[in-house]
């Protein structure tokens, strides 16, 4: 499956020999593929003798984000197995800063191992290298990933843009963006981190095996510009990320958690493997530790070891 989408992804038409060919297999089998293909929601145009690939939306331009977002290096796949993945294989390679986009990526995973499914340039799929000194404390940083990312959507216009602690994007209540951040091993005595990102911008109508109920941007922002979209997060994202560097979660970004809040004052519960407590959500403290009013008091919560629902 793999390869045919990355055929299909470098080939403006291609007809069915030249796929069997590519591929080494029957044309039966590259025909179950492009159904398969299909039904996760993938247009495939087909003619009496070739096959093109249509994307959800316009594809990414490598010549306007590289100018735009020089001198930040950037690293775009048509198709690849995870931005987070290529990041992290290729660690010492890279500079601090460096980004991967991709149209489409069949191995896209989110918090706890979960699959981020992905359609072809339906979604913002980035990620991110970034280092700081091991000095730095890492506690918050998905949360200020989140508000950059809700602060961007919210600069083009986007209506209902809120959070969920620790690391989720909603719109309308719905799951319109994720968050993963990874550490890799280094020897440059620096906190190496690969942040990765999906936005969901247009969806196929087609896809029905999210596990969650989902939101995309096309929803408020129905002319949205993909690219334009990422040059502004991008650097939205790059001032958040030196703000954390250089103040952690203060005051001021504790009060902007509050105003996006999705679940403030409303009654949650924290789920743990073996616990689950229920209780008010009452926002953040300086380590993005989520604030719960329960019937013994106060208690904290870290966001690597739980999870939060609305009660």
Known sequence: MHNLIDVLAQNERISLCKLTELLQCSEHLVLKQIAELEAQGIVIEKSAVDFRLIPQLARLDEAYLNHMLAPQKLIIKPVIHSTNQYLLDHIHQLETGTLCLAEYQTAGRG?????????????????????????????????????????????????????KWPNDVLLNNRKLAGILIEIANSPNRLHNLVIGLGINLSLPKQQNSIDQPWAELIEVLPDIDRNQLIIVLVKNLTFYLDYFKDKGIDDQFKQRWLELDAYLGEEVSIISENHRTIGVEQGIDERGYIKIMTSEGVQYFNGGEVSLRKA
């Open 111 to 163: 918090r706890r191992g979960r699959q981020w499914l992905s359609p072809f340039a339906g979604q913002i799929i980035m990620s991110m290298y970034w280092t700081v000194e091991r000095t730095t404390n890492l506690e918050g940083l998905s949360l200020v990933v989140g508000m950059a990312i809700a602060d961007t959507l919210k600069q083009f216009g986007a209506i209902g843009v809120t959070l």
